[in-house]
Nanobody
Framework: VLLVESGGGLVQAGGSLSLSCAASGITVSINVMEWYRQAPGKQRELVATINSDSSTNYADSVKGRFTISRDNAKNTVYLQMSSLKPDDTGAYYC?????????WGQGTQVTVSS
C-alpha cells in the first residue's frame, strides 16, 4: 500500500489549499480514508473522515471550512481547505484503513501565515 500526499504549501490566513492523497494497493471507495494533521509539539489529530458509504465526519475545529472527498476513478482522496487559520499549520497525513490494518502517507506540510 502506498499513499502519496501532495498540495501542501505556504498560504496566508483566509486563503485556501487543496490536498491530494493518491492511493495504490488500497481502494479508497470501499475503505475508510482519513486526513490527520500534526502541529509542532502537538499530538497528531484526526481532521476528516470519509467512509465507504461516502458519509463524512470532521473535527469541530474544521467544520464548515474543510471538505473531504474522493475520486474513485483516480483512487484519490482530497481535502479542500478554506478560510485557513494559523492554527491549521502542520503536517497533514493521509491514512487508509483496511480490515485491521492502517496505512500512512509521508505527509505534506501546510503553513498558514498571519
Amino acid at each position: 500500500v502506498l499513499l502519496v500526499e501532495s498540495g501542501g504549501g505556504l498560504v496566508q490566513a483566509g486563503g485556501s489549499l487543496s490536498l491530494s492523497c493518491a492511493a495504490s494497493g488500497i481502494t479508497v471507495s470501499i475503505n475508510v480514508m482519513e486526513w490527520y494533521r500534526q502541529a509542532p509539539g502537538k499530538q497528531r489529530e484526526l481532521v476528516a473522515t470519509i467512509n465507504s458509504d461516502s458519509s463524512t465526519n470532521y473535527a469541530d475545529s474544521v467544520k464548515g471550512r474543510f471538505t473531504i472527498s474522493r475520486d474513485n476513478a483516480k483512487n484519490t482522496v482530497y481535502l479542500q481547505m478554506s478560510s485557513l487559520k494559523p492554527d491549521d499549520t502542520g503536517a497533514y497525513y493521509c491514512r487508509g484503513n483496511r480490515d485491521i490494518y492502517t496505512y500512512w502517507g509521508q505527509g505534506t506540510q501546510v503553513t498558514v501565515s498571519s
